[in-house]
């Protein structure tokens, strides 16, 4: 048997076991083989006891005593003895005055000590010659107490006498108040079964109350889902209502908007080419007729045709014309600054954005006042009905020569709008979608991840990207919605560039799409319009997470960053490091892995999702080659490697058969193989189930493979039945493939 004691030196606490015969001699055994040399003179053993006072133990006996007291693990608190403490030796003697031991340090309580063995001897002689008187004085103490004997049990009989007395009238007052006891509890349980009544009759009332509380609830419930349901159809029926009339509205809109048609009828005044002054303010007229199949009300306006598209003419009021009647339609406006002659915008009758019928303009010849102050010229005379009739003939006769000056003169006038068309196209911009560089559309990214968006444009204009072109973002965006960056580069019309944005993906998790386009200094927007679509998750699928891990392997630069680290990572495994402090180590001397949309994803599921790390284990295994030398390969198994290497010695070993037709053993050898089979089958079934129902010989070594990432139990099973439950040889035979 044993006892359990803290020992305490210099700092350090130290359990230690000591036996229950001669504990103190084993404590000092034990103390100088922990401490060596550290107690040359010897030790001093203390401990505190329950009154916190110091105590020192310097016997078997004392520790003993002291182990008994504690309530709890004794703590001894050890030191050096000092050189100038002096031990004194002390004589161990029996009650017979024997000398028995010689004892050094303080006595035990228990037992007697003397100086001198001297001393106790002259006491002994002593009292040899009083003995005989001793015997006379004890012989009448003897007699002397026999007489006191007598005395003692007379007086024993009359106080037991007095005693039944005492306790027969303790027996009736005990009855008596039995008998109270039982009427007072008797009563007190009367009251009690009333109070249960009076509290079982409340209770029922309360049940009852509450049952009536909750069908009343239940009926509020019911209306209230009721009143729901009705609202609902109601307003089920009121949208579908107003869906109808909607769709009514629409349709009756469309069928007025395609019934909607005008024609030009003639100028009311300033036909085209009348002289005007400059500056002037003059209001132009036109009758115009309703030659449609719908009435002008007053959602038709008019409209001018501009740059930027159809432009409502403010204060203009277009009548309202039934089909097949003519009003007139006016607008102000003030003449040209310039002289000469001019040609206002293209005038429509509009409706809900939209034109309709005949164009109508007018064409003016704007003077100055000197012009109008010049005299007149001259009007030639009136020539003769002779003169006239000639003049015709010639006329007629130069027909031809008219048309083909008027050609002439009709193809002079096309060069010039060539040159217009050519300066105008001087300035046109243009850029092209090409293809998505990177992050092609739908990808798979995590919440708040650094993206690098590329795009390859073509400049399709005639024209270099004026300096501070921009990239702005455009409406519809579901993130980088105030984004803008300046193109740095000069990018020639023809050339193809890539179009390169840095964006983070939103935290909320779903389908964001970002607008871009180009615009130029001027704020002219020109070229296609340029987007991004993202797919943001923070669990991706086992497919997805597949698909990612296999894009990371395929990449070259990633193969020959891992194969340079696999050192490193073998000695992490062998360690039994967990998968998230080796992807840590590995991206300390890799960081530009961190990058991958692999380990992006990864990285986070190695801090928290356990039930990923069989997965994890197989990817990072796989990775480094070590898969082909264990059986963590999909479907592999040690039996299925062990029949494997047999079959492929024996392909090696046995030479080739020849089969030879025979019908009638044929048959036989199908028999017996079918026999074979079912006790093979039998045999096997039969092991699985005492494997089933027996537990694993290694049961803690498994539980410890488990926590360090291994998910695929029946191999590592096999090896820790191989190597009797050794998980080193366990690892050294994955790892690196020792037997």
Not at 25 to 32: H, P, Q
Not at 108 to 126: G, N, P, Y
Not at 487 to 508: I, M, R, T, W, Y
Not at 612 to 636: C, E, I, N, R
């Amino acid at each position: 048997m044993t006892t359990i004691v803290k020992i305490v030196f210099d700092g350090d606490i130290r359990r230690l076991a000591l036996p229950k015969e001669s504990p103190f001699s084993r404590l000092l055994v034990e103390v100088n083989k922990i401490y060596p040399g550290r107690f040359p003179i010897g030790a001093q053993v203390r401990y505190v006891d329950d009154e916190d006072d110091c105590v020192t133990v310097t016997s078997n006996l004392e520790l003993i005593e002291a182990i008994d007291m504690a309530e709890g693990t004794l703590k001894l608190f050890v030191t050096p003895k000092a050189a100038e403490e002096e031990e004194i030796e002390f004589v161990k003697v029996s009650k017979d005055g024997r000398t028995t031991a010689l004892l050094s340090g303080s006595p035990d309580e228990e037992d007697v000590f003397i100086e001198k063995v001297s001393e106790a001897v002259l006491e002994e002689t002593k009292k040899q010659p009083a003995e005989a008187e001793g015997k006379k004085q004890a012989k009448e103490a003897k007699e002397l107490e026999a007489k006191k004997k007598a005395e003692e049990k007379k007086a024993e009989a009359e106080a037991k006498k007095k005693a039944e007395e005492a306790e027969a009238k303790k027996k009736a007052e005990e009855a008596e108040a039995k008998k109270k006891a039982e009427a007072e509890a008797k009563k007190k349980a009367e009251a009690q079964k009333k109070a249960e009544e009076e509290k079982k009759a409340a209770k029922l009332k309360a049940v009852e109350a509450r049952m009536q509380a909750e069908k009343a609830k239940k009926q509020a419930a019911e209306a209230e889902k009721a009143a729901r349901k009705a609202a609902e159809t109601a307003a089920k029926k009121a949208k579908m209502a107003a869906k109808k009339a909607e769709m009514a509205a629409k349709k009756a809109k469309k069928v007025y908007r395609a019934g909607l048609s005008s024609a030009f009828v003639k100028d009311v005044n300033l036909v085209d080419g009348s002289e005007v002054d400059i500056k002037t303010k003059l209001t132009k007229k036109w009758i115009l007729k309703n030659n449609g199949k719908s009435p002008w009300t007053d959602k038709v306006y008019l409209a001018k045709m501009t740059k930027g598209g159809l432009m409502k003419v403010e204060n203009s009021k277009v009548p309202h014309l039934k089909p097949g009647e003519e009003g007139e339609v006016s607008v102000s406006f003030e003449t040209p600054t310039k002289p000469g002659k001019h040609r206002s915008p293209n005038f429509f009758l509009c409706y809900d954005g939209k034109k309709f019928g005949d164009r109508f303009w007018t064409v003016v010849q704007a003077k100055s006042a000197a012009q109008q102050d010049r005299p007149a010229q001259e009007k030639p005379p009136k020539k003769s009905y002779a003169q006239t009739a000639r003049k015709a003939a010639e006329d007629t006769k130069k027909g031809a020569d008219t048309k083909q000056t008027e050609t002439i003169t009709k193809e002079k006038k096309k060069p010039d709008l060539k040159i217009e068309e050519k300066k105008q196209q001087k300035c046109q911009l243009g850029a092209h979608f090409v293809k998505d560089v990177t992050f092609p559309d739908d990808v798979l990214v995590a919440p708040g991840q650094e993206m690098k968006k590329t795009w390859l444009i073509k400049n399709t204009g005639n024209v270099s990207w004026p300096l501070g072109t921009k990239l702005i973002s455009l409406e519809g965006s579901t993130f980088a919605k105030s984004f803008t960056t300046v193109l740095a580069d000069e990018v020639k019309a023809g050339e193809q560039c890539n179009l390169s944005v840095d964006l983070v993906a939103p935290l909320e998790t779903g389908k964001h799409t970002a607008r871009f386009q180009l615009i130029a200094p001027s704020g002219e927007k020109f070229g296609h319009k340029y987007w991004i679509n993202v797919q943001v998750s923070k669990f991706p699928s086992k497919v997805q997470l597949k698909e990612m891990a296999m894009n990371f392997l395929a990449d070259e630069e990633v193969v020959a960053a891992l194969q340079e680290e696999v050192p490193t990572v073998a000695k992490e495994i062998r360690q039994g490091k967990k998968l998230a402090s080796i992807m840590e180590v590995l991206l300390a001397k890799r960081p530009e892995l961190k990058k991958h949309q692999f380990v992006i994803f990864i990285r986070p599921f190695l801090q928290s999702a356990e039930r990923f790390m069989g997965l994890q284990l197989d990817t990072l295994l796989s990775m480094y080659s070590f898969w082909a030398m264990t059986p963590f390969a999909a479907g592999a198994s040690p039996s299925q490697a062990a029949s494997n290497a047999q079959g492929s010695d024996q392909k090696q070993k046995c030479p080739a058969v020849i089969k030879t037709p025979a019908p009638a053993m044929e048959k036989t050898k199908n028999a017996t193989s079918q026999e074979s089979k079912a006790k093979a089958a039998q045999e096997s079934k039969a092991q699985e189930k005492k494997a089933k129902q027996a537990p694993f010989k290694h049961q803690k070594e498994l539980k410890q493979m488990k926590q360090m990432g291994f998910k695929n139990v029946g191999p590592i099973k096999a090896l820790l039945l191989k190597h009797k439950g050794d998980v080193q040889k366990v690892m050294n035979e994955l790892f690196n493939g020792s037997q």
